[in-house]
């Protein structure tokens, strides 16, 4: 492949990328946390970006709350034990719902809505919805990543005699333990950003901290959305 074949590939691949809404959003919210991390919740510019880019990140989410909607009712994997079946729906339940009052809270803050205050308290009981979900993604992923561990173990006995790497199933189990940790990571540290936006440990989580880990789980979404690279085409 040419400098210029590879050169179109990767804007290709770009394009494919900033054209999903949700990639949008997930930079916009690296703006948003990068902001709110430099502003440290002192008034100035950066804070007005944080603002400014949250309130716009409201929009890319209307009608979001249908997709976890449609998690929520649609049936698990086969073999899925009971407990992190009813944790995922809950994640989903609490994820749909936070996803749903915080249009409401959006049409407060453009003025369409005109009770502030009960704008304010739903905007809040949509946070905790938010750190509910989160709290339940980090079950899971920890469930999971259990399982994952118990079929690795298994296949590394069968293949004691061979490249265990050379083994697809086994190369596709351990990619996707390895997302599955990421994505741990990530549920853990939205947590505590949502506790962050709650002011629940305002002295320990502070608007530097909620900035910090917000930004890292907005660039670790990012990764998580970028498409898979096209194959070099061989002679």
Known sequence: MSTLDATRAELALAVLYLNKAEARDKICRAIQYGSKFLSNGEPGTAQNVDKSTSLARKVFRLF?????????ISPT????????????KSKNALLSTFLFLDQIVWLG?????????RADLIGR???????GSS??????EIGEIGR???????LEKDLKNSDKYQNEQ????????????????KAAMDTV???GLLQLAPKKITPRVTGALGFTTSLISCYQLLPAPAKSKTA
């Not at 979001?64 to 929520?72: A, E, I, P, R």
């Not at 994997?77 to 995922?88: C, D, E, K, N």
């Not at 189990?173 to 994505?183: D, H, I, P, V």
């Open 64 to 72: 979001k709350f249908v997709n976890d909607l449609h998690g929520l």
């Open 148 to 154: 994952l561990s118990g079929q690795l173990k298994k």
């Open 193 to 195: 950003v949502a506790a």
């Open 77 to 88: 994997p086969p073999g899925t034990p009971l407990p992190l079946v009813l944790l995922g």
């Open 135 to 140: 709290v339940c993604a980090t079950l899971v």
């Open 170 to 185: 086994y190369r596709a189990k351990l990619k996707k333990s390895n997302e599955r940790s990421l994505a741990l990571v």
């Open 109 to 117: 803050r453009t003025g369409i809505y005109k009770n502030k205050e």
């Open 125 to 131: 009981i949509s946070l905790f919805c938010w750190m």
